[in-house]
Nanobody
Framework: QVELVESGGGSVQAGGSLRLSCVAS????????MGWFRQAPGKEREGVAA???????RYADSVKGRFTISKDDAQRILYLQMNSLKPEDTAMYYC???????????????????WGQGTQVTVSS
């Protein structure tokens, strides 16, 4: 059973930075797609960034140039470096994973089978 555990959320002021981590376990190979999603109160969950096994990344327009997704295959850790944070980035952030497919790297929620519990990010103005 694949397990994903996020950490690194917190409260920061606008313009600040945070790095989220997601430790993955329960699978033997690295041929997985992984992504970060977020959900703000009253809004639908949206795909923020995704990365495939080769390291190809895809970002939402709202975070391009500010967020960077990366992974450490040896440690099975997924990261999301978030810089120049804005109040509108406030949300619960989730890590997601799925076995590789032609749709990787995908920012579609329906393309992922495994989800973490989430870590809260709050950005104040």
């Amino acid at each position: 059973q694949v397990e994903l555990v996020e950490s690194g959320g917190g409260s920061v002021q606008a313009g600040g930075s945070l790095r989220l981590s997601c430790v993955a376990s329960g699978y033997e190979d690295s041929d997985y797609c992984m992504g970060w999603f977020r959900q703000a109160p009253g809004k639908e969950r949206e795909g923020v960034a995704a990365i495939d096994s080769a390291g190809v990344a895809r970002y939402a327009d709202s975070v391009k140039g500010r967020f960077t997704i990366s992974k450490d295959d040896a440690q099975r850790i997924l990261y999301l470096q978030m810089n120049s944070l804005k109040p509108e980035d406030t949300a619960m952030y989730y890590c997601a994973a799925n076995r590789w497919s032609l749709r990787c790297p995908s920012r579609m929620e329906s393309d992922y089978s495994y989800w973490g519990q989430g870590t809260q990010v709050t950005v104040s103005s």
